[in-house]
């Protein structure tokens, strides 16, 4: 197991790159810690396998260093890193039995055969296919296939990491659960640093100690996910977790006061004079819905969704909502609305601004 360091790493697809938009991977400076889960999480398109490539070993930064405890592998292939990599699609011997890509990782290192024979039934019981274990990958499902890639990229107790590239695309929703679970476990168990990438917030929030969230070819934020739901750095960490995301409101900010649209509302901290695309940024979790003082809105329709309600409404045109308690009711004279001030956030340019306390 490793620290792996990030020392002013970039990759840009094609030679000769001259802005920051010719590069898929924006300079990024990062330590992953020893022993940590980590998520990497954005959508499709914005980075995260070439970042979890550049990793391995599989491609070449146009830029930079990677450092494994301090010690220089930018140059070295993914087999001198001691790497272990599962990617979106199954990647299996067919010809070969379960068994036997299972062991394969193990017999390429040489590992004792007592041991390879216990540790493959071992793995086989974790991927659900201990009655499977004779037969041949040919002719499996990709389901199954896929389950054996997850089973050889775990077989190894001594990687330094172990990489997943989006593993259960192709898995059914039920055993997702469950090798998801398995996963989180076999970290406990062995304790390796885990990167792995998803776009689905609810993979990564409950599979990692720390959410790295990518935006555009950049990290816009690393934390865990009390820390994203409480204090999204850029605005897309707050839309892009939650259900529904954070609400981002254009308004004119001046000292502890923000305007929006001529309705002016208290912040817990003062800001300096603020230029640029000025926007608040509030959870739905921290909006009230009344039919006292606030914000003027229009409801547009209720959602129970179980454990509380969705409101879905207009404030100045623009979209808003409101996560109401499951009990409470919605009546029609509830036509304002108003913030937790401790959880206003205040964006320059989709980031997030500091301010002074009050
Ligand atoms: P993600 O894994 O988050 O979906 P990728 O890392 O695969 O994103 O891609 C990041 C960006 O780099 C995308 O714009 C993609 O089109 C581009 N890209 C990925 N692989 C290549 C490649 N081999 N050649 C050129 N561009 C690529
Ligand atoms: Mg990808």
């Avoid at 396998?49 to 140059?75: A, C, E, K, M, Y």
């Avoid at 997850?150 to 001594?158: H, I, K």
């Avoid at 989180?184 to 885990?194: I, P």
């Avoid at 308690?325 to 320059?348: C, K, L, W």
Wanted: proline share 5%; aromatic share 8%.
């Amino acid at each position: 197991m490793a620290k792996i360091t990030l020392d002013n790493l970039a990759h840009a697809y094609y030679p000769n790159p001259k802005s920051e938009d010719d590069f898929a991977l924006k300079e990024l400076n990062h330590d992953w810690a020893d022993g940590e889960a980590y998520a990497l999480l954005g959508s499709s398109g914005c980075g995260k396998s070439t970042l979890l490539n550049i990793i391995s070993g599989l491609l070449h930064p146009s830029q930079g260093r990677i450092l494994f405890d301090d010690h220089d592998v930018t140059h070295a292939t993914t087999a001198d890193r001691n790497i272990a990599q599962v990617f979106q699609f199954p990647v299996v011997y067919d010809t070969m039995t379960v068994r036997d890509n299972l062991a394969f990782p193990l017999k390429n290192r040489g590992a004792d055969p007592s041991y390879i024979k216990q540790r493959v039934q071992q793995i086989g019981q974790m991927i659900g296919m201990e009655a499977m274990l004779d037969k041949r990958a040919r002719g499996l499902t990709a389901d199954a296939k896929q389950k054996i890639s997850l089973g050889r990229g775990m077989v190894r107790e001594d990687v330094n990491a172990l990489l997943f590239d989006e593993p259960l695309t192709v898995i059914d929703p039920h055993m997702k659960w469950e090798l998801r679970t398995q996963l989180k476990s076999l970290h406990h168990e062995f304790g390796h640093t885990m990167i792995y990438v998803t776009h689905d917030q609810t993979e990564a929030l409950t599979f990692a100690d720390k959410v790295v969230v990518m935006y555009d070819g950049r990290v816009v934020q690393i934390g865990t996910p009390q820390e994203l739901f409480e204090r999204p750095e850029h605005t897309f960490v707050g839309y892009f977790i939650g259900s529904p995301g954070m609400n981002v409101i254009p308004a004119e900010v001046s000292g502890n006061l923000a305007n929006v649209h001529g309705a002016s509302l208290t912040l817990p901290r003062g800001y300096a004079s603020l230029t640029g695309k000025v926007e608040i940024g509030v959870r739905p979790e921290f909006v009230m819905l009344t039919a006292g003082e606030g914000l003027p809105v229009t409801v547009r329709r209720v959602e129970d969704v179980g454990r509380h309600k969705i409101v879905r409404a207009a404030l100045f045109g623009n979209d808003i909502n409101v996560v109401a308690g499951e009990g409470q009711e919605i009546s029609p004279d509830m036509t304002r609305i108003s913030f937790d001030p401790a959880h206003v956030n205040v964006y320059v340019d989709d980031w997030l601004t500091q301010g002074e306390a009050a």
